[in-house]
């Protein structure tokens, strides 16, 4: 099993190769053990050092290596904490730091570079494991991806339209299963939710079983509150946070987080090199805070805060995340510029500090009420 954490990893080569993967988000709680403070100081990412903890816990001896990118300065030093704890377990343990581009902006230039990349991990990963790349395989993988990003994407625009009837933290809940799953094994279950929610008949007879109903479940929102509408941008945001949003009257149209709509963007059109596809697929989605084309994010962010209706932005950042830090600024800038209020906070990748979130949320959730007339 291989793990993976940064969205512009592509799950294709694994599945391509006949290797099983998943991804980590840092849930490190019951009984896997604090790898991390063996490894990493404290005041590092807390995303990382969470990571960390779920791949390499007591509790999760089945990983037999991650796949990292060169996306900021922990995942590298991250990668080097698996390095040498993989070193400790006795065993063989792979681990690649994928390079990745830091500028796009339609050129051929980041493609080619990005596509060298990914042919140096396909490349790694055959020699590591044994296995070999298969173009037949590459084209299921390819649809079997492409069909589960589209129902997630269905799935985001049903909730764009009555976000008062779902909850945020189970939509990216069920994105995190995606991330977690063999794709042709998740794609009746992702098909039986949106049918489900569509009011098709039978919708929930067409796949998934207990686990459509278990996801279903946590995707319904209790009560309809007439709050504002608002989108969730940044750093992944602790789900504690995303309930207590709502029930404070807030209502979650739209969000950009790597753990969340991002990982439903990559588009890839299959070509004569699948590497050069890869890459043009991963590089050409809307970029993250890591990339250098802020102007780019924030106008897809402008657009899709009118398109939803989006009277506010709550952005998240994790303590320590440069790239959080250095972009709030001019976030908030722009979107002051446009009349859209930005709600800051700051979390450990935890559910503590909830209460003193709570006065912080309620008085933004005041001021946009306010500015509405309501």
Known sequence: MLGWVCTYTPEEIFATLGLESCRLYGDDRGEYSK???????????????????????????????????????????????????????????????LDLPRTFDGNDAAVRAFSSSLRALAGRLSSFYGVAWDEGAFSEALQAHQSVRRLLRELYQLRMGQPENFRAAGLLEIVR??????????????????????GNENGESRGGGSQAAALLAGLRRRGSPRGPRLLVAGSPLPFAYLDLIEELGGNIAGDDLCQGYRYCLPDVEEGPD???????????????????????????????????????????????CDASLYEYPLFREYFAGAGIPVLYLETEYRDAGLEQARTRIQAYLELLGEQAGD
């Open 35 to 97: 790898a991390d403070l063996e490894y990493l100081p404290v005041n590092f990412c807390p995303l990382g050092r969470a990571c960390l903890n779920e791949g390499m816990g007591k509790g999760n001896p089945s990983l037999t290596g991650v796949v990292l990118t060169a996306s900021c300065h922990a995942l590298v030093h991250l990668a080097n904490a698996f390095r040498y704890a993989g070193e400790r377990r006795g065993k063989e343990f792979f681990v690649h730091l």
């Open 177 to 198: 299963a995606a991330g977690r799953a063999k794709k042709d094994e998740f794609h009746p279950v992702l098909d039986g939710i949106v049918n489900t929610l569509k």
């Open 274 to 320: 699948p590497f050069i596809s890869l890459a043009r697929g991963y590089l050409e989605r809307v970029p993250c805070p890591r990339m250098l084309a802020g102007r780019e994010r924030f106008s897809h962010l402008l657009s899709l805060a009118r398109e939803s209706g989006a009277r506010g932005i709550v952005y998240h950042a994790l303590k320590f």
